[in-house]
């Protein structure tokens, strides 16, 4: 047995990769530049978690800063946080940091959880899941020199994948993140590409066949204290208004269903509505809320103005084909109801289901324009490894650069061509974000209805117009041939005690040519 080896841990550092890192432009400081630029919540969380174990702890985020290599490239242990569409990045920030440091680099969040088998040969180890307490546990098992073999790690020892088992959720999750933590965050607080957000909750009952948030986060669902969550919407308003009032005074409740533990729900609405907090609120909801008279209620008298439903198709096949427990009739009626009690509606859609055809586009913007739908968020159907979806679709994938996984069609669709599909995307947002639509809100809406349609008018004309440039990639891919082969994999070992992590051999690629790499992106 080796004799146990005590190691440094005096400083950590967290890395958000951006799939198209942050850079200062006068349009940026009004308008989203293709996406609101929030650094992450989770990382955050975890910093400010792991602060109480090593005060010297920072995050930097690529949404809003550059990263300060000379700041991070002595840390003792650098953590790395990616969803799908932000995977390759990552990798490329994890070569980066082992190769020129001595640092341990750790991968985590939604899409190296669930792939796992991908994420480990670009890291020494992955934390799996939510690690807010597993993290604790990892950093202080690798500063005494213990094993990392508590559940929940996954690295690779030799030819094989070592997966150390399945990990409960963790059981405290009222903690609120110290927003101070980010790199430049303080600086950014008045740009209107940053909003204000709060997560309430954890976990959704459903099971919708293309849902990746539903598999890392699990069925059972959490709700942190009303009291927690009043303190967390406090201070990050305070966070948010530090250097002076914003534009616009409306803060997110990111939950993917806030409204599913219907009697918590309320109680956090009533917690809201007994503050002093005069902010306006917005929240993701599913379409039974919109059916809910004493929540509707509730909601208004709390400060909402906004619901965003996912509603993702307009046929019930779709529905019933994806799992989706819903039908046209429940979506129409729900809206009505929601507006009836005085909120806006913003719509979630999806383009790209096996019975979509040409003129799916048109139908959705009319769908949208006479629903009186305030704002919309159109994406291709994406498929992420780990959905049920993506089991059923893989073999139609057009390529696998997860960097093109934020709504861009990257698969063949059953009954139109990609360039199709990628033109009635196009078109549905170009019609409904039409300038026609811009002038009639300019002269007609009010107060912040005025503000965000046209943020978001410029915000989607830039979406509409990369897509656009990616449809001409599209139109000279050959009619569908043969799958994608499917990725080399070592075997998984579970559970086993560990082995020292893997290094890989250092380069000569200096800090300066990574940032060279950033302008690329
Ligand atoms: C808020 C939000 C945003 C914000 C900010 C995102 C951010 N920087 O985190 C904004 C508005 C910018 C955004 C934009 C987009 N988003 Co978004 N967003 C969300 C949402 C609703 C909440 C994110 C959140 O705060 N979660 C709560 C925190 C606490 O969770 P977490 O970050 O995952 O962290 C926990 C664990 O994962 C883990 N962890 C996380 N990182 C790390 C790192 C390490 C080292 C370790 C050990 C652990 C660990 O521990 C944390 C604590 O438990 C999620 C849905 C969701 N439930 O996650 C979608 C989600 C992330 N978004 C998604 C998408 C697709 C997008 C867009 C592409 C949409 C679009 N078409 O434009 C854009 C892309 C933007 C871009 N950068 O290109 C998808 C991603 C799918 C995927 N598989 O990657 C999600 C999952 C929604 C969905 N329904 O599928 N989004
Ligand atoms: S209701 Fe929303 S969060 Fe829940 S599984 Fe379906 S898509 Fe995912």
């Known amino acids: ?118 994420a480990v040969h670009h890291a020494d180890y992955v934390i799996l899941g939510e690690a807010d307490e597993s993290i604790l546990d990892f950093l202080s098992a690798w500063r005494d020199g213990r094993p990392i073999d508590f559940p929940g790690v996954a690295y690779i020892d030799g030819d094989v994948i070592v997966h150390t088992g399945d990990r409960a959720a963790p059981t405290d999750i009222e903690r609120s993140p110290d927003h101070t933590l980010v790199h430049r965050y303080s600086q950014m607080v008045r740009n209107n590409t940053l909003w204000p957000q709060v997560l309430a909750s954890r976990g959704c009952p459903y099971r919708c066949d293309y849902c990746a948030v539903v598999r890392h986060w699990g069925n059972k669902i959490r709700g942190r204290s009303p009291e927690a969550v009043v303190a967390d919407i406090k201070s990050t308003i305070a966070f948010y208004e530090q250097n002076g009032p914003r534009l616009a005074r409306l803060l997110w409740i990111v939950d993917d269903n806030f409204f599913a533990l219907r009697t918590w729900a309320k109680e956090v609405l009533q917690a809201i509505i007994d503050s002093d907090i005069d902010w306006a609120f917005t929240a993701q909801a599913r379409w039974e809320v919109g059916l809910d008279d004493e929540m509707l209620d509730l909601l208004q008298r709390a400060g909402f103005t906004e619901l965003a439903i996912g509603i993702e198709f307009l046929e019930d096949e779709a529905f019933e084909t994806y799992n989706k427990t819903c039908t046209t009739d429940d979506i129409m009626r729900a809206i009505a109801n929601i507006q009836r009690h005085g909120m806006n509606v913003r719509g979630l859609f999806i383009l790209g ?145 560990l082995g020292p992590p893997r290094r890989r051999a250092r380069s000569s690629r200096t800090a300066a040519a990574l940032d060279v790499a950033d302008a690329t992106l």
């Open 353 to 497: 289901a096996d019975n979509h055809t040409r003129g799916v586009g048109a139908r959705l913007a009319e769908f949208v324009i006479a629903n009186g739908l305030r704002g919309m968020l159109v994406q291709s159907m994406y498929f992420i490894p780990g959905t049920p979806v993506y089991d059923t679709h893989k073999g139609r994938l057009i390529h696998r650069d997860w960097s093109k996984f934020t709504g861009n069609v990257v698969h063949y669709p059953t009954l139109m061509t990609p360039y199709e599909l990628n033109q009635e995307l196009v078109q549905a947002s170009r019609t409904v974000y039409s300038y026609r639509r811009l002038i009639h809100s300019l002269l007609h809406d009010r107060g912040l209805n005025r503000v965000l349609f046209a943020g978001e008018f410029f915000w989607q004309r830039s979406v509409a117009a990369d897509r656009a440039r990616e449809g001409r990639l599209l139109k000279d891919l050959p009619a569908q041939t043969a799958p994608l082969p499917d990725p080399v994999e070592l075997p998984v070992r579970r559970p086993q005690p």
């Open 1 to 118: 047995m080796q004799p146990i080896q005590p190691r440094q841990l005096g400083k950590v550092r967290f890395l958000e990769p951006g799939n198209r890192p942050y850079r200062r432009s006068l349009r940026n400081l009004f308008t989203y530049d293709r996406y609101i630029r929030n650094p992450s919540l989770g990382l955050t969380l975890l910093a400010t978690v792991v602060k109480d174990l090593v005060p010297d702890t920072l995050v930097y985020s690529e949404s809003i800063s550059r990263i300060e290599w000379d700041d991070v490239l002595d840390a003792d242990v650098v953590f790395i946080g990616a969803f799908t569409f932000a995977a390759p990045r990552a990798y490329e920030l994890a070569t980066f940091v082992t190769q020129h440091s001595d640092a341990v680099v750790v991968l985590g969040g939604l899409h190296p959880s669930l792939n796992f088998t991908e």
